[in-house]
């Protein structure tokens, strides 16, 4: 009985461990938008419709720089914008290292005279 226990606050423990993991790594993911939000601010593009979707790939390098990989948009400007804005910038020291695990991103510019 008592090695039951012992057996079920192991696993209990254990899950209570991974379950902080998750919580920790989504706050890490919610702070490093935050930061590309704060670096694609305002873009200064002549928009021929009311908006242009692009999604984004990338990862964050051991420097903790932020490394474009694709982005894919049918207008070329905003490619040029993003990897111009994004492309080997820093990242917050808050921001945990994330080796080389990819991120998408969907970014929506919206015409400001529609």
């Known amino acids: 009985m008592k090695k039951l226990i012992v057996l079920a606050v192991a696993i209990l423990t254990s899950t209570q461990i991974f379950a902080n993991d998750k919580k920790a790594e989504e706050t890490n993911e919610q702070k490093l938008r935050s930061e590309i939000a704060l670096l694609l601010k305002r873009p200064e593009i002549k928009l021929d419709t009311d908006e ?3 999604n984004i790939e990338f990862i964050v390098n051991t ?21 111009f804005r994004l492309n080997y910038k820093k990242v917050g020291d808050n921001i945990n290292k994330t080796g080389n695990k990819v991120f998408k991103l969907k ?6 005279e529609a």
Request: aromatic share 4%; hydrophobic share 45%; glycine share 4%.
């Open 107 to 112: 970014l929506k510019v919206l015409n400001p």
């Open 63 to 83: 420097n903790g720089e932020i490394v474009i990989l694709t982005v894919d948009s049918e207008k070329e400007a905003i490619e040029e914008y993003v990897k």
């Open 52 to 54: 242009i979707k692009a």
